[in-house]
């Protein structure tokens, strides 16, 4: 019994740690390169922040703050994803924008939309595991 509840103790913390760093290793990918045309400076995902500060600081409270609520887990989801959208959706919109046409935008644009998205889909997958555990017990 205390063998098999410190596994469990164990796979939660590295649970814990990979839901984290699902939130964390999304924001890396504004250091890419999203758009550039040939002869002007190219733009990374960061300075798009700066044209959003609003929807950015906005975004990232509700990313980083749902961890610390406490209410259900149903509306954490709907929290995180909220999040998410908030915060991301400006910077793409901004970035495809900003181009005046599309063939500017860079592969780590694309390789940034999938990294967040592949991301966002862990952290629904963790939260729904989360969700069914407590009902296991």
Request: aromatic share 16%; charged share 20%; glycine share 6%.
């Amino acid at each position: 019994m205390k063998k098999s509840l410190s596994k469990l103790t164990e796979f939660r913390i590295k649970e814990k740690i990979i839901y984290l760093l699902a939130k964390i290793i999304p924001m890396f990918t504004l250091l890419f390169e999203w758009s550039g045309i040939y002869g002007v400076k190219q733009y990374s995902g960061l300075a798009y922040i700066f044209y959003n500060k609003a929807s950015s600081i906005l975004g990232l409270i509700i990313i980083f703050g749902e961890i610390f609520l406490r209410v259900k887990l149903k509306y954490k989801m709907e929290l995180n994803l909220l999040g998410h959208l908030i915060f991301w959706g400006p910077l793409f919109y901004a970035a495809v924008t900003e181009t005046n046409n599309i063939s500017n935008l860079t592969i780590m644009f694309y390789v940034s939309l999938f990294l967040v998205i592949m991301s966002l889909i862990l952290q629904l997958l963790i939260s729904k595991r989360k969700g069914q555990e407590f009902k296991d017990i």
